[in-house]
């Protein structure tokens, strides 16, 4: 009779099992290929004000867009999508005389694909001298971070001792980000949905001029 198979015991299985702590940077370069390696979402004050540390230290303005809260990250995003769409339009339809003009006008960022949002953060205007102010703001201070937060209205501010006091905000799934720049993003995103119904108008205008007379009352409005 055929005896039967062996069974291995649990030491001999954990035995064979891979070494994750040697697989980890592979199974992280593997998920390169969809989405970047990230940091856990804050669950605290704290939390946040450290992943704004972590930027501030990386010197890259990618990871400060990781620490933003999340209206202040949708603003961005809507902006970048705003001017790529635009970016395009200009290209397409634009006689060569408004294009360059225009063109001018729309950072270089913007032609970053629409889900590299980081990327198109990082190429900004602007953005690395913002990271430089952070930075001598943080450093400023000393010690562990200390948080007091506003349960009503899902604020905190975060300090270390002797140092610049940092602005906090919670969404309601509970992740905390850095919420000082949501204003300025704020009207940033509603001029960029203005100029892109403006450029909208340009265009079509432009595609009927380019197969014959433009339709009655049609103007062409500047953005």
Same mark, same amino acid.
């Given at each position: ?43 605290? *004050? ?49 006689? *060569? ?10 950072? %270089? ?5 629409? %889900? ?33 937060? %506003? ?62 007379? *433009?339709? %009655? ?5 500047? *953005?």
């Amino acid at each position: 009779m055929q005896g039967l198979p062996h069974r291995r015991s649990a030491r001999e299985r954990r035995r064979s099992w891979p070494n994750l702590a040697l697989l980890a940077p592979f199974v992280c370069l593997t998920a390169l290929t969809t989405a970047a390696c990230r940091d856990r979402p804050a669950e605290t *004050p704290e939390d946040a004000y450290l992943l704004v540390l972590k930027a501030c230290d990386k010197g890259d303005p990618a990871y400060l867009f990781d620490a933003f809260d999340t209206p202040t990250q949708w603003s961005i995003e809507t902006v970048h999508h705003a001017q790529r769409e635009m970016r395009q339009l200009v290209f397409e339809t634009y006689p *060569p005389e408004d294009k360059a003009r225009f063109l001018g006008r729309i950072p %270089d960022a913007a032609e970053e694909e629409e %889900d590299h949002a980081r990327r198109y953060y990082r190429r900004l205007d602007g953005s690395q001298a913002l990271l430089g102010d952070l930075k001598k703001r943080i450093y400023a201070g000393s010690g562990q971070p200390v948080g007091s937060v %506003d349960h009503r209205t899902k604020t905190a501010t975060v300090w270390r001792e002797g140092g610049s006091i940092f602005h906090f905000a919670r969404d309601d799934k509970g992740r905390w980000g850095f919420s000082e720049l949501r204003s300025e993003w704020d009207h940033a995103k509603l001029r960029a949905i203005h100029d892109l119904e403006t450029v909208r108008k340009n265009a079509a205008l432009y595609r009927q001029l380019a197969g014959g007379p *433009p339709a %009655d009352g049609a103007t062409r409005s500047t *953005p």
